[in-house]
């Protein structure tokens, strides 16, 4: 189990996702879009993104990603004042079309929202804003995204996307690799990473920590302790949390079913699993439920859409 799956699956941008403005100085574009992840590379030129605290430069051949539903902005002088304009990752262009020869600042900008909390343990360690620099490991993937918008490639939007969402996760990777918290390196653990392959692999086997502890190899005090060492919580509680994940994941799913979802967790009947679903999470199951498209309640409710009428999340262009 690499520390990065769960995020990878849980990633998505949705809808057209290049921007490409090229930006004539004073610029200050506020982002609205409340995602939960965001993207801002440039292509060209220096930008400043202004979120908590201190303003974060971003070069050519950087990406940085915000995190957090929150507005902010990106300029180019975080220092002078100046109205900003609100923009959202639709699709609008801002400035003159890409030309590589022309002058000021292009951005590569993508909206992604990240599916129910699977990956919760990586966004609470996520800072607000997290620059990685030109020579990370996701290079590669950034110029060819550069020659796909040269390319004027711009109608492709799912592969485009999915590109986005490499990007994204890319640069988190990276980004983690060089600033690791101790559970970060728990995957390459003897002890510990077999644990949680066996977890994530099987959530919803009867494990107990003695079955865990066996499938280590290490008495089940040792594993215990560290477990809780490495992860900051004990291996039965970390399975709890990633069964109620994965069932917040599931639930919204079509035509899924509170029994269903139970039995894919490791849950023998609805009852059981709704009863700890509302223990841990707070509210029932039922309510992270998505009516099947053609169902009564989609009917009553308005909310059956066509493709064309759902509002994508992309980027500024």
Wanted: glycine share 6%; net charge neutral; aromatic share 6%.
């Amino acid at each position: 189990m690499e520390p990065l799956d769960d995020l990878l699956r849980a990633v998505r941008a949705d809808g057209a996702v290049l921007g490409t403005p090229v930006l004539a100085a004073p610029y200050a574009l506020r982002f609205t879009d409340r995602a939960e992840l965001t993207l801002i590379a440039p292509l060209r030129g220096n930008a400043w993104i202004v979120a908590d605290g201190t303003p974060l430069l971003v070069r050519p051949g950087d990406t940085a990603v915000v995190h957090g539903a929150e507005p902010f902005v990106v300029t180019d002088d975080p220092d002078r004042p100046s109205a900003t304009i609100d923009i959202s990752c639709d699709g609008t262009v801002l400035g003159a079309p890409y030309d590589e020869t022309a002058g000021g600042t292009v951005l590569l900008a993508g909206s992604a929202n990240v599916r129910a909390g699977l990956p919760t343990r990586l966004l609470r360690e996520l800072p607000r804003a997290v620059v990685v620099p030109s020579d990370h490991d996701c290079k590669p993937l950034r110029d060819y995204l550069e020659e796909r918008i040269a390319a004027g490639a711009h109608g492709r939007r799912v592969v485009l996307d999915r590109l986005i969402d490499w990007l994204l996760v890319c640069a988190l990777r990276d980004w983690f690799e060089l600033n690791t918290p101790p559970w970060y390196r728990a995957a390459g653990d003897e002890t510990i990473g077999p644990v949680l392959q066996a977890l994530h692999t099987t959530p919803e086997a009867p494990w107990t920590l003695a079955s865990l502890a066996a499938h280590a190899n290490v008495s089940r005090t040792t594993l215990a302790r560290r477990f809780t060492d490495l992860i900051g919580e004990p291996p039965l509680t970390y399975l709890t949390n990633l069964r109620m994940s994965l069932a917040a994941d599931l639930l919204t799913e079509p035509d899924a079913t509170v029994a269903a979802v139970a039995r894919r967790v490791g849950y023998a009947d609805a009852f059981s699993f709704s009863t700890a679903f509302k223990r841990e999470r707070g509210t029932s199951p039922n309510r992270l439920r998505t009516p099947a498209k053609g169902s009564p309640a989609t009917r009553r409710s308005g909310t059956e859409r066509s493709p064309s009428s759902a509002t994508p999340h992309t980027a500024p262009a």
